[in-house]
């Protein structure tokens, strides 16, 4: 699928039957490829136990098949019926506050529920009996949405001793546990598993590993309800694309580990509606309020391409102004169709719209669609229009690998959380402002869990890695790659301890880096870094006193530690002692960048540059026209140079040819 292909998310069941013809037919002729649906429909499918009523479902598929439609099917788990609520309310989840939440909305059931896990696979086994071989039904979602509204932890009884048989296996004996776990501190022992409490509503913060098992038991049991449905798909469905569609944002599980059963990972695209939640200065979100972060879109399909195994698509992508965010202001005109292209250029093989049609009552009716609730064309469609135009003009190509790559670890994230050492710790926002920083220098990135081969990167970077097994720190010893290596990494064992040679741990000897304090300073507290062979630059938050014998690049200037290295190079990688942004990271990544003999480009912070096979896309997020960055040879395909504003240009690059002798 080199191509872009385009859907829409539809909701037949909250429209009158009169309609659904017609929406198939616009629908065609809009240009769109997929329809999905089905994903909230246990309740009406099943309004009773064993009592179904599949026709009116029966008749959309056929309606939307033979117009020329692929159905993405969904197993209908993210909403169980109320009476199957009534008939077990032990499934619902448990906040942290201990309380239980409740049935009205949406993705109120616990992940550690036998009960539902149960259920759930009889549902997934009537929906797919029933079309896993229609010749309509061309892929599966399942569920929707993991962790939407924080429902991956959940506090319940079965959470707990769901947890205490994890925990039994994972350690086997009482004393294997206490003695990893370090419950001597405080006088916490346990003399069975049967003891063991879930990790909130304590007086103080839990213990970390505690807490950090808690999380991967928790993650596990996502994983768990994740595969037992396409294991059903599997056998019922056989051929058909297998997706979910994760959140973007959303650590609180493992999605290498969940993307690992899946045929193509899908997420959900809004990138306005994250906006206001990202670590951008003030003045940024201002600059940026109607287009989104310049890197949300590219960030998102990178990693879940890199997930995906080259195989990404976007299940929703926003078209107007949501409804669910704190402010949820208007998109630019002409940034859905941006959002598009720059989602193709960074891997994806499909996007669809979220949704058909303007709902007219219940909790969306803000949120905005293809139509309005009236059938008038919105915003979306007009620009939806022009897509279609587009992907006419443009010829196929396929992504090729990043040099480039960033592996990201989901249980150091979860680390970081537990024991942040600073209430202003960014986190996961770390790794989103250095591929930000290396997507202003011109570099396309990949994203690598814990089995991805390293082959073949130039540069591997690590920005926030606390947790590095021996065996990562073996594969990056053994490759050819140049690597930098952020503060913190290395700073914990995967039991959650200091290691034996304190920090960076099993990077200490590719870094030539011993770390012997760490501190984290508030804003009033700014201090600078001096680059060697550069500027000044403002710091504040994360730093780490060090000994080396390696290059020193920048030192801290400071009336506590003064002269203290800031960055340190060794002959495999760059290691910071602190966390560094905006021109700071910027200038030490591009130093990076030509260290591993990679070119850079000079871009404007608004543009934003792609490719994808021969293709070339350069996006403008600001609001005057940019030039492209300097080249040669190059035919145009779609816009101009300068780039319009919020607008993009396409171009291939001609090699011109050899003069005959």
Known sequence: MSKLELGVCYYPEQWDRSQWQEDAKRMVEMGLDWVRIAEFTWGLIEPARGQFRWGWLDEVIGILGQAGLKVMMSTPTAAPPKWLI??????????????????????????????????????????????????????????????????????????????????????????????????????????????????NGLVAAPNPTHALDFMRYSSDRVRLFNKAQVDILREHSPGRDITHNFMAGSFEFDHHAVAADLDVVGFD????????????????????????????????????????????????????????????????????????????????????????????????????????????????????????KDRETLPSATRSKANVAIPLDYSSIWAADILPHDDEFPNSHIIREWYASLRQ????????????????????????????????????????????????????????????????????????????????????????????????????????????????LARFESAYCDGSPAVVQSNRAIYMAMLPRGALLQSILHQALEWAGLSTLNCDPDIRIARRGTLHFAFNFGDTPKPLPAGDHRRLLIGTDPVDVRDMTVWQEDVPLKKSI
Not at 103 to 127: D, M, V
Not at 313 to 322: H, S
Not at 357 to 364: G, P, T, W
């Open 269 to 388: 695209s809004y990138p306005l509606g994250n906006l206001m939640g990202s670590t951008l200065s003030d003045d940024e979100k201002r600059r940026y309020l109607r287009t989104g972060a310049p890197d949300y879109q590219g960030f998102h399909c990178d990693l879940y391409r890199s997930q995906g195994r080259g195989r990404m698509w976007v299940l929703e992508q926003q078209p107007g102004p949501v409804d669910w965010a704190a402010k949820n202001p208007s998109p630019a005109e002409g940034m859905v169709r941006l959002w598009t292209w720059a989602a193709y250029a960074h891997g994806a093989q499909a996007v669809m719209f979220f949704r058909w049609r303007q709902a007219k009552f219940a909790q969306e009716q803000y949120h905005t669609a293809l139509l309005r609730s009236d059938n008038s064309p919105d915003q979306a469609a007009v620009e939806l229009a022009q897509i279609v």
């Open 86 to 199: 009534d008939a077990h309310p032990e499934i619902l989840p448990v906040g942290p506050d201990g309380r239980v939440r409740g049935y009205g909305s949406r993705r109120h059931y616990c992940f550690s529920s036998e009960i539902y896990l149960a259920e759930a696979k009889r549902i997934a086994t009537e929906y797919a009996s029933r079309y896993g071989k229609n010749p309509h039904v061309h892929a599966w979602q399942i569920d929707n949405e993991y962790n939407d509204h924080d429902t991956v932890l959940s506090y319940s009884m079965a959470a707990r001793s769901g947890f205490q048989r994890w925990l039994q296996k994972r350690y086997e004996t009482i004393d294997a546990l206490n003695q990893t776990w370090g419950t001597v501190f405080w006088g916490s022992l346990y003399s069975g598993f049967d003891q063991i409490e879930l990790p």
């Open 441 to 552: 220098l011109g570099a396309d990135v990949d994203f690598l869990g814990p089995e991805d081969d390293l082959d073949g990167y130039a540069l591997i970077l690590l920005p926030q890695s606390m947790i590095v097994s021996a065996d990562l720190a073996a594969k990056l010893s053994d490759s050819d790659a140049k690597l930098v290596i952020g503060a913190r990494s290395g700073s914990k064992t995967p039991q959650m301890h200091t290691p034996a040679n304190l920090a960076p741990g099993t990077l200490t000897e590719l870094t030539g880096v011993h770390v012997t304090r760490v501190e984290s300073l508030p804003l009033l507290a700014q201090e600078h870094v001096q680059l060697i062979n550069g500027p000044r630059h403002a710091f504040v938050g994360w730093r780490e006193i060090v000994e080396t014998n390696e290059s020193v």
